[in-house]
């Protein structure tokens, strides 16, 4: 398929690839469920289908928490003997006999299972692709074209995975002992490790799991393409403190501080949220550091997303410009000082507050350095995409200089229709919007479409003049202004 173009209306759906089931899977979406809601998207003419990060998560299994930005899911990926090289019958059902499978399948996704689970059979795999590599000459020289090709980030990768294991699955590089907080020290470790030989092959085998899955990714690309429909991936804005990016390049980020957003007053259900905003507990960025090496690891974000989209959201664009910080940890911690006075939050962090970082937009000397850095990453991430499309995620007003950046590099926006009104809540059509946009009802923060509905359903039945029946009459507005029943 040729660079996607935005020349016309184009509709598309949007679906975590955990949420895809199929009749053989681990309980959890995988990447032949996604060839299956390609095909699905080319018969009912939806010409976009768009999923969230697809990066590997441990612990937390948020896709916007990775511990890496380059290595993909193992959670994610299909576990067919035809997909995966060395996977026989016997080793599925030696690891994952029917009847557990059966149990993974009912409820919600057990991600911390399932990744193991996959984890597991994935080394057993290869093991006994290795064994029998004179067998497969031609497959074995694509895994290693694959690892000299990721010769950037994967080696690297490899030992952090490693060292994870050695500490029983816990990723926070700053609770292992300090010969590992290092790479250059940790590689030593490795070095003179007595049981160097067995690690060498795990390290290889997690290799071998990141190949597997650019295959499986590259298929659903080539499936998509044969089939005329875009794939839309999404790069996280941050990654996680206890990442092996954070690990093996701390001067790119602040770990003394935690970014998030500041209050907002709409979508957000959370009442920590209320008193100070969304903590993510995720590491600024230096981007004096990042500047100084030609922003070599934002490019090489860029560039790994290309690899398998046709287009790429960019979450919280807001944040290139200017990063909201918390001098406290997210989670427990921000609840706790949701709590607390100005005064007693004074106390507790030295005399530091929540900042914006250049400054606040409000200050028009801060609005500018705002606008300027901004305009520079953006500029990169545009350079590095190529023929990949780039769609900024910026919910709420975009302030004037956010729109010329946008404008000017010629980057679409995400839009969401129920916010884009007037002062008596009268919805805008979309032929004001920003071309190009795309029109979306919800997040991967919001609950669905079919709740909005409910929800404004209920409150219109309550009060028949109240903004629920308003809002509800106005989404349900069709293009010639004629308006639908909004309580049957």
Same mark, same amino acid.
């Given at each position: 398929m040729s660079a996607p173009t935005f020349n016309k209306n184009l509709a598309g759906l949007l679906v975590p690839v955990f949420a895809l089931r199929h009749a053989n899977d681990f309980g959890i979406g995988d990447t032949l469920?996604?060839?299956?809601?390609?095909?699905?998207?080319?018969e009912n003419r939806l010409a976009v289908l768009q999923t969230l990060p697809i990066h590997e998560t441990i612990g937390d299994h948020s896709p916007y928490n990775p511990i890496s930005s380059r290595a993909l899911s193992p959670a994610l990926l299909d576990l067919s003997p035809a997909n995966v090289p060395?996977?026989?019958?016997?080793?599925?059902?030696?690891?994952?006999?029917?009847?557990?499978?059966?149990?993974?399948?009912?409820?919600?996704?057990?991600?911390?299972?399932?990744?193991?689970? !996959?984890?597991?059979?994935?080394?057993?795999?290869?093991?006994?692709? !290795?064994?029998?590599?004179?067998?497969?000459?031609?497959?074995w020289h694509e895994f290693e074209e694959f690892q000299k090709n990721a010769a950037d980030w994967l080696p690297v990768y490899t030992l952090y995975r490693l060292l994870i294991r050695e500490y029983e699955g816990n990723p926070n590089w700053t609770q292992w002992r300090p010969e590992h907080h290092r790479v250059e020290a940790a590689e030593g470790w490795f070095e003179s490790h007595p049981e160097r030989r067995y690690l060498t092959e795990l390290r290889q085998g997690f290799a071998y799991v990141q190949w597997v899955a650019w295959r499986q990714w590259q298929e659903v690309r080539r499936h998509a393409d044969a089939c005329g429909v875009m794939l839309m991936g999404e790069m996280s804005f941050g990654v996680s403190k206890s990442s092996v990016d954070v690990w093996a390049s701390p001067e790119l980020f602040d770990v003394e501080w935690n970014m998030g957003t500041r209050p907002i007053v709409y979508f957000d259900?959370?009442?920590?949220?209320?008193?100070?905003?969304?903590?993510?507990?995720?590491?600024?960025?230096?981007?004096?550091?990042?500047?100084?090496?030609?922003?070599?690891?934002?490019?090489?974000?860029?560039?790994?997303?290309?690899?398998?989209?046709?287009?790429?959201?960019?979450?919280?664009?807001?944040?290139?410009?200017?990063?909201?910080?918390?001098?406290?940890?997210?989670?427990?911690?921000?609840?706790?000082?949701?709590?607390?006075?100005?005064?007693?939050?004074?106390?507790?962090t030295g005399g530091r507050m929540p900042r914006f970082v250049p400054?606040?937009?409000?200050?028009?000397?801060?609005?500018?350095?705002?606008?300027?850095?901004?305009?520079?990453?953006?500029?990169?991430?545009?350079?590095?995409?190529?023929?990949?499309?780039?769609?900024?995620?910026?919910?709420?007003?975009?302030?004037? %200089?956010?729109?010329?950046?946008?404008?000017?590099?010629?980057?679409?926006?995400?839009?969401?229709?129920?916010?884009?009104?007037?002062?008596?809540?009268?919805?805008?059509?979309?032929?004001?919007?920003?071309?190009?946009?795309?029109?979306? %009802?919800?997040?991967?923060?919001?609950?669905?479409?079919?709740?909005? %509905?409910?929800?404004?359903?209920?409150?219109? !039945?309550?009060?028949?003049?109240?903004?629920?029946? !308003?809002?509800?009459?106005?989404?349900?507005?069709s293009p010639d202004g004629r308006h639908q029943h909004p309580t049957r």
């Open positions: 469920a996604m060839k299956e809601a390609v095909t699905f998207c080319k060395g996977l026989t019958d016997g080793v599925l059902s030696h690891f994952a006999p029917g009847a557990w499978l059966a149990q993974l399948r009912e409820g919600t996704v057990k991600h911390h299972t399932v990744q193991l689970l !996959k984890l597991h059979i994935l080394l057993a795999a290869f093991h006994r692709f !290795k064994a029998a590599q004179a067998e497969n000459v031609d497959l259900t959370n009442k920590d949220s209320e008193r100070w905003g969304q903590n993510w507990g995720l590491p600024p960025y230096r981007w004096e550091n990042h500047r100084s090496s030609g922003f070599a690891w934002l490019r090489g974000r860029i560039a790994s997303e290309r690899q398998f989209f046709h287009i790429c959201r960019l979450d919280h664009l807001r944040g290139y410009f200017r990063a909201y910080m918390f001098p406290w940890a997210g989670g427990a911690r921000h609840t706790e000082f949701a709590t607390l006075t100005d005064d007693e939050v004074l106390r507790r400054g606040p937009d409000e200050d028009p000397v801060s609005a500018r350095m705002n606008e300027l850095q901004g305009h520079e990453i953006i500029s990169v991430m545009k350079e590095a995409a190529g023929e990949m499309h780039l769609i900024a995620e910026i919910m709420g007003n975009m302030p004037d %200089y956010m729109r010329r950046t946008l404008d000017d590099l010629g980057v679409a926006n995400l839009v969401f229709p129920q916010l884009e009104r007037t002062d008596d809540r009268t919805l805008l059509p979309p032929s004001t919007y920003r071309r190009p946009s795309l029109g979306a %009802y919800a997040n991967h923060d919001h609950a669905p479409l079919a709740a909005l %509905y409910e929800h404004l359903q209920a409150g219109a !039945k309550a009060d028949l003049h109240g903004d629920a029946a !308003k809002d509800l009459a106005n989404l349900l507005a």
